[in-house]
């Protein structure tokens, strides 16, 4: 597979792509018509904050199967467009959560201590002890705006050193900010109660300018302190209120835009201590944020779930192993009831029993949606098949059940409309073969793979012999049959594994037959 890196990353991310046999090409300074031209054959790109990838970019990548933003933030990237085409976008949040999470404490010490102030002072002759009387952190209050990865990082670090904890984050629960040692409150509470304020939410059209003038207003006398994200604090009002010394300073590590401007108000106070987007910029974070993204493009290009995928569905690399062998059952089912139902999808319910209601089942249902939006020919994978399904209206509905009356595990796909439904059920025998033990209430043993005949007829002499015989007359070869049926003399469903394509004119001459209640022809893995 073909790799383009388009921002520089570690050499030991690039040595982990062509160790898993990629070519890796670099373009540090494509943009335009040449980034375009670059992507076109790529089927994986990784971006840090320089490339922004964009739906012109997305649209021109015909052959993209993953974005990897070798860091946290994805804000150059659109990730809505990136689900529209199919493409994962994926992060490395862990990479560089401690040093971020280091930078933050340090940007913390050096506001309350006047730390670089002094230096430069005293760099400059001048001996300066009097005029900086600091802040001591302990028993003092620290807010937290986004209590995500580095947040808690943070809080953990400032609480050991005596700080007391608020937070504002309104996607975790107070169990886990109880467990920090911090105590969930809301946003204009957790800026009034704040001596110290630090910002690790991501920059989202929501969160953009969320901390103006009348906010800072709450924080009076105290620090912000944002190695998170820049555009989230409006620069102006900051700078103003550090002027009229509403606050007592302020530390800022990221800006609304980088290079920060030689204009920039912020530069014009000594209380405002300003660094270049160094959050990250540690040997060991850099080496871990180029491995772990390049480990999910690998895993991404070898059809693996992506630990870090922000528009998909992951799983932890533990439980891969227990979950992999269900992904293309959960598919395969979902392709044979989309191809046996008569008429428009609606209603899509995936159903799971036994032990695999135990495992981490999101990637598997999601492989179910792909599986039943394939045969249809829309362009779908894992990745956009929950959003094709909610674009085109279809319920999808997933349920579990701990008991699982005849098999380990079991796995069933329906889909349904107004007028009827249709369901298959799938499970593994001797650990990882898949097999098909149900359609529609009939109990069956087919092997799921290449091309298939499911038959309908009513359950007497000769019709068995019958379809045999259109079958051999129309030269396809019958590789496996698989026979069910409700009761004696009522219907049958028959599964026939066949080697070629069944033509019309044979499915023609069976429906002729009065004893023929359906035939329906079905291709998987990718067979005609």
């Known amino acids: 597979m073909?790799?383009?890196?388009?921002?520089?990353?570690?050499?030991?991310?690039?040595?982990?792509?062509?160790?898993?046999?990629?070519?890796v090409e670099t373009g540090y300074e494509l943009e335009g018509e040449a980034l375009l031209e670059a992507v076109s054959d790529a089927n994986g790109l990784i971006v840090r904050s320089g490339t922004e990838v964009t739906e012109e970019v997305l649209e021109a990548a015909d052959d993209l199967v993953i974005v990897g933003r070798a860091g946290i933030g994805v804000d150059n990237i659109d990730i809505d467009a990136a689900t529209d085409h199919g493409v994962i976008v994926a992060n490395a949040p862990e990479g560089n959560v401690r040093a971020a999470a280091e930078h933050t404490v340090a940007m913390t010490f050096a506001a309350a201590r006047s730390i670089p102030q002094a230096h430069i002072r005293l760099t400059d002759g001048e001996w300066a002890k009097s005029e900086y009387l600091g802040a001591e952190l302990d028993g003092k209050t620290l807010g937290v705006v986004g209590l995500g990865r580095v947040g808690q990082e943070v809080a953990k670090k400032l609480d050991s050193l005596g700080m007391d904890i608020v937070a504002f984050d309104p996607y975790i629960s107070e169990e886990r900010a109880d467990r920090l040692g911090a105590e969930l409150v809301e946003f204009d509470d957790c800026l009034a109660r704040a001596d110290f304020l630090t910002i690790h939410t991501p920059l989202t059209p929501e969160t953009e300018g969320m901390i103006g003038e009348a906010e800072l207003d709450l924080l009076e006398d105290g620090y912000v302190i944002n190695v998170g994200r820049g555009g989230i604090i409006q620069e102006d009002a900051l700078a103003a209120k550090v002027e009229d010394s509403t606050l007592a300073g302020a530390a800022l590590d990221v800006f609304a835009e980088e290079p920060l401007p030689a204009e920039s108000p912020l530069l014009e106070h000594e209380d405002v201590?300003?660094?270049?987007?160094?959050?990250?910029?540690?040997?060991?974070?850099?080496?871990?944020?180029?491995?772990?993204?390049?480990e999910q493009v690998n895993a991404a290009l070898s059809e693996e779930p992506v630990a870090n995928a922000l528009n998909a569905p992951s799983i932890d690399e533990s439980a891969f192993p227990r979950v992999e062998p269900y992904i293309e059952i959960a598919e395969t089912a979902g392709k044979v009831a989309a191809q046996l139902l008569d008429g428009r999808i609606e209603t899509v319910e995936v159903t799971y029993e036994g032990e695999i209601t135990d495992e981490d089942i999101e990637f598997v249902t999601a492989s179910a949606l792909k599986g039943v939006f394939e045969p249809l020919e829309w362009q779908v994978n894992a990745v956009n098949a929950p959003q094709i399904a909610e674009?085109?209206?279809?319920?999808?509905?997933?349920?579990?059940?701990?008991?699982?009356?005849?098999?380990?595990?079991?796995?069933?796909?329906?889909?349904?409309?107004d007028e009827d439904e249709i369901s298959v059920d799938g499970t593994l025998f001797a650990g990882d073969d898949p097999r098909i033990v149900r359609v529609d209430g009939y109990r069956v043993d087919a092997i799921p793979h290449g091309k298939m005949v499911v038959t309908r007829n009513t359950d007497e002499p000769g019709v068995i012999g019958l379809i045999g015989s259109v079958m051999g007359k129309h030269g396809v070869n019958i590789a496996g049959m698989f026979?069910?049926?409700?009761?004696?003399?009522?219907?049958a469903l028959t599964v026939y594994?066949?080697?070629?394509?069944?033509?019309?004119?044979?499915?023609?001459?069976?429906?002729?037959?009065?004893?023929?209640?359906?035939?329906?022809?079905?291709?998987?893995?990718?067979?005609n």
């Open 2 to 23: 073909n790799v383009l890196v388009t921002d520089p990353i570690a050499d030991a991310g690039l040595d982990v792509l062509r160790d898993a046999g990629h070519e």
């Open 483 to 491: 026979n069910a049926r409700e009761a004696h003399g009522s219907e």
């Open 273 to 294: 201590i300003v660094t270049p987007h160094l959050g990250a910029s540690t040997e060991a974070a850099q080496e871990n944020v180029a491995t772990s993204t390049a």
């Open 391 to 417: 674009d085109r209206g279809v319920d999808v509905t997933e349920s579990k059940t701990h008991q699982a009356a005849d098999f380990q595990s079991l796995i069933s796909v329906t889909v349904g409309n």
């Open 497 to 527: 594994n066949v080697d070629s394509q069944v033509p019309d004119a044979a499915k023609d001459e069976l429906n002729e037959d009065e004893r023929i209640i359906g035939v329906d022809y079905i291709t998987l893995n990718g067979q």
